[in-house]
């Protein structure tokens, strides 16, 4: 099996893939920067014995993260538990996608392995939309050239600044109204952040399909937050919540080919 870690801002995710290419299961922890290297151990092999998977069942490993603290964490875990040195996404890293970025060692390597997930999934040209703490809009042409984006507010995040930066706001469930006109001030944020989101989107999308002439880009949504938006308003071509470990399991086939 091939272990696929992507480290996030709010969440760990953990993948097993099966040679062939299936994703056998799949983890989530919290992120932590305060956690030592021996409770992620911990962690990793409560979560291993749960789902009856012997550590020796891995043979490579690969690491994508956005939290720099975290890098040598996470390597000497899977050094440890597996015994395998991780293959880590970053600048050098062969991806099947040009990066086409004026400061490369800028882009996070998450935009990167969901960009090259969907590549593989469903082609090129889209427009991807990852809902995370961020939400990021990532472009690649038919060219399979990562041109940009525009990264804004995650929908959970903009909740907690609101209560964060504010005396009376509150900080408030991430519930669809009803109405957009709302008669509470919970109700009232609640269609605020998310018919609001709803709206960016729709624009975002609008104006990166002019700006760039990809009218006929595929539309794609990830991340845990998307189904949110799609409810409210069918904006997508395809929604896939698994492209981040998808694309990591992608990304090491390529490095490690023949």
């Not at 999934?121 to 984006?149: C, Q, R």
């Not at 519930?175 to 605020?192: C, D, L, M, W, Y």
């Amino acid at each position: 099996m091939i272990l696929a870690v992507d480290i996030g801002n709010t969440n760990v995710k953990i993948g097993l893939f099966e040679e062939g290419g299936k994703l056998a299961r799949s983890f989530k922890m919290s992120t932590d920067i305060k956690r030592t290297s021996d409770e992620y151990v911990a962690l990793l092999l409560q979560l291993l014995w749960h789902s009856k998977i012997d550590e020796k069942q891995i043979s490579g490993a690969i690491l994508s993260s956005v939290i720099p603290q975290l890098d040598y964490t996470f390597t000497h875990v899977i050094r440890h538990v597996f015994g395998v040195r991780p293959l880590i996404v970053g600048v050098g890293i062969k991806t099947g996608i040009a990066i086409k970025y004026d400061f490369p060692r800028e882009l996070g390597s998450d935009r990167i392995i969901t960009s090259v997930a969907a590549e593989k999934k469903y082609g090129a040209p889209f427009i991807l939309v990852d809902f995370g703490t961020a939400t990021t809009f990532n472009v690649v042409n038919e060219k399979k050239e990562f041109i940009g984006g525009a990264i804004t507010l995650g929908l959970k995040t903009t909740i907690e600044s609101l209560a964060r930066c504010t005396a009376k706001l509150p900080n408030v469930d991430l519930e669809t109204p009803t109405k957009t006109v709302a008669q509470s001030t919970r109700k009232a944020i609640q269609s605020g952040v998310i018919f609001g989101a709803v709206g960016q989107v729709k624009y975002m999308i609008d104006r990166i399909k002019k700006e760039t002439g990809l009218k006929d880009a595929q539309v794609i949504a990830t991340g845990g937050l998307s189904e949110i938006v799609s409810r409210v308003d069918p904006l997508f071509n395809h929604i896939d919540r698994e492209l981040s470990l998808k694309g990591l399991y992608e990304i090491y086939k390529l490095n490690n080919a023949g």
